[in-house]
Every structure is written in structure tokens, then in C-alpha cells.
T-cell receptor
């Protein structure tokens, strides 16, 4: 059973607010990822990390930022939320070594009014 | 990484086998075939992966053709809880530098009917 947690599960917030989506995993995985997915659409990789103090942009450009200060924690921040940021954000992790068995969290559904 | 082609949707009767096809005609020798599924509003779940031999685990079986240009995911006894979008992904295992950019594509929406 995967142990990767995302909070909050749902977030409704006004335009201009700063938000942080939390993602934590207890599996000791080095690699972590953030994907963005609109309803009925494909998942798009927006950020990833190979380990502490390592962060990279993904395939889809995003105004969000991430940090990786601890192995188990990979938060995503939006400094000023806009309605265009409304989407589902999915966090995932995997072991180092190229094994592509990703473990996903339950996601955060963000709605910006 | 090689591109995959899957039918957009399929239906299956509960209790019957669900056979989900995937074409990957440009696959290269060191690329693996991975399958994930995503149940509505949840994060994707890993199912199985393989290189050239058929694979089986507690969830499903993966049949890869001899020329490796296509594969089939088999759910032997589909249940209503297997209703989900199924993604076939081709990926070079161990490619650290490209950041595990698993491209999920549109997948196949499998609907299991009672």
C-alpha cells in the first residue's frame, strides 16, 4: 500500500491568494513529482525532484514553484492564485534507479474563484 | 520514448475478461511497456510492466507480441471496481536524466457493466 499523502483534498480560494499544496511520503523515495490534470484530460508533469535540494521544471509550464528541503516532503506553492490555476494537482514518488513504479497521492482539487 | 495508441473506450461485462490493446509500433529494444489505471478523481495506480516476456501479477496479465509492436492488458475477471481509464506507456527503464517523464496520454476508458 502506497504511503503518499496530499492535503488538502479540496481547496476553494479567491483570486490573488497564496496557497501551498502539501505532499508527503513515508516510503523513503528519492524521486517526487507533481502532475496537473484537468477533468477528462491528460496528466501533465509540471515539477519533479531527484532528491533534497533538487527541483526541475516538467513538460508543462507552470507558474507554481516547489521545494525539497526534506526527502519526505515536496510542497507546491502558488504565490498568487488565478482562476486559470483551477485544476487537480497530483503528487507522486518513486524509488531511484529508473523503476517507473510511481505511487500517487489522492490529489488536491483546486478551485480559484 | 515511443508513442502509444489506445482505443478511447471499451466496455466489458462483469465477470468476463477485459482485454485492453495498445499499439507501440516504434518501440525500441530497451523500452519497457507499463500499464497504469486511474479511477475517477483518484491518482493513477501502477498495474504491471514488461519488456518482451509475458508478465502476470495479482492484478493483471500483460501479453506482448513477439515483434513488441503491440501489447494487451488482460483483467481476467473484471469487476465494477475495474471501471477506470487505463494508460499504456512505453519507457526506457533507468533513464534518470529525463526525469521519469511518464507521458500518460489519453488512455482507454474501460467501463465494466453489471
Amino acid at each position: 500500500e502506497a504511503d503518499i499523502y496530499q492535503t488538502p483534498r479540496y481547496l476553494v480560494i479567491g483570486t490573488g491568494k497564496k496557497i501551498t499544496l502539501e505532499c508527503s511520503q513515508t516510503m523513503g523515495h528519492d524521486k517526487m513529482y507533481w502532475y496537473q490534470q484537468d477533468p477528462g484530460m491528460e496528466l501533465h508533469l509540471i515539477h519533479y525532484s531527484y532528491g533534497v535540494n533538487s527541483t526541475e521544471k516538467g513538460d508543462l509550464s507552470s507558474e507554481s514553484t516547489v521545494s525539497r528541503i526534506r526527502t519526505e516532503h515536496f510542497p507546491l506553492t502558488l504565490e498568487s492564485a488565478r482562476p486559470s490555476h483551477t485544476s487537480q494537482y497530483l503528487c507522486a514518488s518513486s524509488t531511484r534507479g529508473g523503476d517507473e513504479k510511481l505511487f500517487f497521492g489522492s490529489g488536491t482539487q483546486l478551485s480559484v474563484l | 520514448d515511443a508513442k502509444t495508441t489506445q482505443p478511447p473506450s471499451m466496455d466489458c461485462a462483469e465477470g468476463r475478461a477485459a482485454n485492453l490493446p495498445c499499439n507501440h509500433s516504434t518501440i525500441s529494444g530497451n523500452e519497457y511497456v507499463y500499464w497504469y489505471r486511474q479511477i475517477h478523481s483518484q491518482g493513477p495506480q501502477y498495474i504491471i510492466h514488461g519488456l518482451k516476456n509475458n508478465e502476470t501479477n495479482e492484478m493483471a496479465s500483460l501479453i506482448i507480441t513477439e515483434d513488441r509492436k503491440s501489447s494487451t492488458l488482460i483483467l481476467p475477471h473484471a469487476t465494477l471496481r475495474d471501471t477506470a481509464v487505463y494508460y499504456c506507456i512505453v519507457r526506457v527503464r533507468g533513464r534518470e536524466t529525463s526525469g521519469s517523464r511518464l507521458t500518460f496520454g489519453e488512455g482507454t476508458q474501460l467501463t465494466v457493466n453489471p
